[in-house]
């Protein structure tokens, strides 16, 4: 028989269960504690160009960038956060605002978002985007202060509305007599600025700084560090998980964002089985759990283009095509393209977003000879084929081609 509230038990249970966390906030990636350790000359570095602006002058604009979980948001929020302190001790004007292009990914949100950060609302749309742009201009001279702009993800709103605006905003200052205007660009894509226009990259990375992915141990002392504030003293299995937590992160290149995750998690799947203490086998449960999840937001989240791709790798084995070439995929690619209306990209950039792709372990691409007429890649999906029909068949875009076969897989 049903069990008639069947929440009831479960909320019952982990209510009167162990509580084994001290402060939630502090095992988020997005939490900035007061040190960041091992992040010392990355600090010095953005502390030291931004510095600029307390002696009146307009900081260079600032490209960061490394690979995902390296640190770069967090000690960018940082550095800020103590300009902004030195700011206001020294009673002078300054304002820091902070947009992430994963979520505000086109010319005129970024735009609306800013003025809408400095005080002036912005209509949804409807507007033309030269004349937000000149809404803002009128707003920041008004203002006349030094304000900086952060764009995370940056490599987002370029993939999706080109480098216009964001070559507006590098040159912003030649349209400003009083106030003062500095760009950080954050990207987690290592071939970002082969993807923009020259003019753009010179304005753009006046000072580049690099993140480097942290060691094991580095990522022990983070999450001892953690560990420390965030949890119930006592309640790790040591040095056991710790140990795990900070070596899966390692080999997924010194991500300390899943090393975070990976101990919440583990946490949390303790307290829900009304356990004392976290172990070894929370974190290999935590990884299950985490690595199914990340796969569909990473899917959710990819750029249109490279959904193509991968959707027609999908479509390929879904066709009855094991181990398509790259030359294969190029040309369902290009139908699913055509049929979109949309402009396809050219061989070497397909051949880039597959290797990405290969990259990040949503497709294995396998390089074969084919002796005399040269070499190309064996090309497989690494996830189930349900899993990426089932996440990319949501975009409004792709939904359309669910029942459509490209003229190359018709028989």
């Known amino acids: 028989m049903d069990d008639p509230r069947p929440l009831d038990r479960i909320?019952?249970?982990?209510?009167?269960?162990?509580?084994?966390?001290?402060?939630?906030?502090?095992?988020?990636?997005?939490?900035?504690?007061?040190?960041l350790p091992h992040r010392d000359e990355q600090i010095t570095q953005i502390g030291?160009?931004?510095?600029?602006?307390?002696?009146?002058?307009r900081?260079?604009?600032?490209?960061?960038?490394?690979?995902?979980?390296?640190?770069?948001?967090?000690?960018?929020?940082?550095?800020?956060?103590?300009?902004?302190?030195?700011?206001?001790?020294?009673?002078?004007?300054?304002?820091?605002?902070?947009?992430?292009?994963?979520?505000v990914d086109t010319d005129y949100r970024v735009l609306a978002r800013i003025c809408a950060e400095l005080g002036q609302k912005v209509p949804f749309t409807g507007l033309p985007t030269d004349e937000v742009h000149s809404r803002l201009v009128e707003l920041l001279e008004s203002q006349d202060r030094l304000t900086i702009i952060v764009l995370d993800e940056i490599d987002r709103l370029v993939?999706?509305?080109?480098?216009?605006?964001?070559?507006?905003?590098?040159?912003?200052?030649?349209?400003?007599?009083?106030?003062?205007?500095?760009?950080?660009?954050?990207?987690?894509?290592?071939?970002?600025?082969?993807?923009?226009?020259?003019?753009?990259?010179?304005?753009?990375?006046?000072?580049?700084?690099?993140?480097?992915?942290?060691?094991?141990?580095?990522?022990?002392d983070i999450l001892r560090r953690r560990s420390s504030t965030g949890l119930?003293?006592?309640?790790?299995?040591?040095?056991?998980?710790?140990?795990?937590?900070?070596?899966?992160?390692?080999?997924?290149?010194g991500d300390a964002r899943r090393a975070l995750e990976l101990l919440r998690v583990a946490v949390e799947i303790a307290e829900r089985e009304g356990n004392a203490e976290v172990k070894v086998e929370h974190v290999e449960k935590a990884r299950s759990s985490?690595?199914?999840?990340?796969?569909?937001e990473v899917l959710r989240t990819l750029p249109v283009q490279q959904k193509l791709v991968l959707y027609a790798v999908y479509l390929l084995e879904k066709h009855k095509h094991p181990h398509p070439v790259t030359g294969?995929?190029?040309?369902?690619?290009?139908?699913?393209?055509?049929?979109?209306?949309?402009?396809?990209?050219?061989?070497?950039?397909?051949?880039?977003?597959?290797?990405?792709?290969?990259?990040?372990?949503?497709?294995n691409a396998k390089v074969v000879s084919k002796g005399r007429?040269?070499?190309?890649?064996?090309?497989?999906?690494?996830?189930?084929?349900?899993?990426?029909?089932?996440?990319?068949?949501?975009d409004s875009r792709i939904k359309t081609l669910a029942n459509y076969v490209p003229p190359t897989l018709r028989k």
């Open 232 to 253: 119930k003293e006592g309640i790790l299995e040591e040095p056991g998980v710790i140990n795990l937590c900070a070596a899966l992160a390692a080999r997924e290149e």
């Open 328 to 363: 294969e995929v190029q040309d369902v690619y290009g139908d699913l393209c055509n049929q979109l209306g949309m402009d396809p990209l050219t061989q070497r950039r397909v051949g880039d977003l597959i290797n990405d792709l290969d990259g990040i372990g949503l497709v």
């Open 48 to 57: 030291s160009i931004l510095a600029t602006g307390l002696k009146g002058g």
């Open 59 to 103: 900081p260079s604009n600032v490209f960061v960038f490394g690979k995902p979980g390296t640190g770069k948001t967090a000690v960018t929020q940082y550095v800020l956060r103590e300009l902004a302190a030195k700011f206001g001790e020294l009673q002078l004007p300054f304002k820091a605002v902070y947009l992430n292009c994963q979520h």
């Open 373 to 394: 007429y040269g070499r190309t890649k064996n090309i497989r999906l690494s996830v189930p084929k349900q899993m990426v029909s089932d996440v990319l068949e949501r």
């Open 11 to 35: 909320f019952d249970r982990l209510s009167s269960g162990p509580t084994l966390i001290e402060d939630r906030k502090v095992l988020r990636h997005e939490y900035v504690p007061d040190v």
């Open 159 to 220: 993939m999706k509305s080109g480098g216009d605006t964001l070559y507006k905003l590098t040159r912003i200052n030649y349209e400003l007599s009083k106030a003062r205007v500095s760009l950080i660009g954050i990207s987690n894509d290592l071939q970002f600025p082969s993807y923009l226009d020259s003019r753009v990259l010179s304005s753009l990375s006046e000072e580049k700084v690099i993140f480097h992915p942290y060691t094991a141990p580095q990522l022990q």
């Open 290 to 296: 985490i690595e199914r999840d990340t796969t569909l």
